[in-house]
């Protein structure tokens, strides 16, 4: 009996009780026909979409009304004639998208007609700039935040992609040891630093991807290499450089273990009291050189030793070939020995040799200047200091005075 009820009752309403009512629908979106195709290959564009929607009253049979629900709504403009930007007042269509026939109802539209700004379509590259805020630990350094590309493209109305000055990156870090990459969103800015928001404005990308290096920073000694001689040590020697450190960054597992560069080597025995000389710093192409210095000045003293002039005539050749016979052409040369003054004191000149190396020479014949040492005999503190060359003639031959005593 009770379904029985039911059903008559159902029959009733919608045949005898079923009169005229209205519904009120508010908020509705409008749709635009040619925006995608006709409008957007002529660059127009519809602007300010958000703000434009309808009111709707409906009139009409309680059974058509009452099943009528807002999505079933479809309110649309024809703008395919559109071809010049500005303001323009149109007509819109109403359809429904149920069973419901809409001529069977009565529509109040609010309102009449719809407003729709017309817009230039504009594509344009603005530049990515970073606020970094970051902190690094002890004894390391951030360099400049590098992107994952130089601009942002963006297209929409001309009238807000022109307010768009550049796009704004924004990370935060603290204490970082180690270079760090992360994709992160931007705001786009106009040029006095306010934000600019539109949900007009179409983006190529949604995220930057940014990349802070952060290497170790470290001063580094830079040193010389001294070779003794001349009568004088290591010890003997003063060195001065300047700049006397410089500041280096790079990968930690590189710059960790790099306490000093040696920027060359001075030989004691080339000088009598000091030198002074300029070297190239040389850096790795794996690290940076902050200071940016490239060379250094040294100067290198010789302590706490005496010097003596004395003309020697004790003039030998090493290493000359088989067959050949060698003769001094250099008779005297004067040379200065170095070492501690009761050494010094005790040398004569019968206790120095002058002995030239001959190997390079070979089978040369002929006059030839060739370097020389000076060699201390009987006092290992004491040696000659500066540079030395003698002429030798070479002759193929032995000399007759040795042929007849080996004979």
Known sequence: ???LISIFLWVYVNSVENVDIESTFTGIPVTYLGEEDILADRKLIVTDKADQTVTLRLYGKR???SSIKKSDIQVT???????????????????LTNNVNINDIFI?????????????????????RGEINITVAEGYMAEPAEYDREYIELSGPNEVISRVAYALVRVERENLT???????????????????????????VEQVEVTIPVVMYKEVVLDVDIIPGGGAKKTDAVVEIEPRTIALSGDAGILSS??????GSIDLSDFAVSHTGTFTIPV?????????????????????????????SNIEFANVSEGYTATSV?????????????????????????VADLAELGAAVGRYAVDAKIIVDGYSDAGGVGNYAVVVSLEEGVPEELTEEEE
């Open 1 to 3: 009996m009770s379904c």
């Open 63 to 65: 059974s058509d009304i």
């Open 77 to 95: 403009v024809d703008l395919t004639d559109v071809k010049h930007t500005g303001q323009i007042e149109r007509v819109y269509d109403v359809a």
């Open 108 to 128: 109040d539209k609010t309102p009449t007609y719809v407003t729709v700004n017309i817009d230039r379509m504009s594509t344009t590259k603005v530049d990515i």
């Open 178 to 204: 180690k270079t760090v990459t992360n994709s992160v969103d931007y705001r786009l800015m106009d040029a006095d630093g306010n934000e600019v928001v539109s949900d007009e404005i179409e983006v190529n």
């Open 258 to 263: 790099l306490n000093k560069i040696s920027i």
């Open 284 to 312: 790795s192409n794996e690290l940076n050189n902050l200071s940016g210095v490239t060379e250094a000045e040294v100067k290198v003293s010789v302590k706490n030793l005496a010097t003596k002039r004395l003309l020697v």
């Open 330 to 354: 250099t008779q005297y040369l004067e040379v200065t020995i170095r070492g501690p003054q009761e050494i010094i004191d005790l040398v004569n000149a019968y206790n120095v040799r002058i």
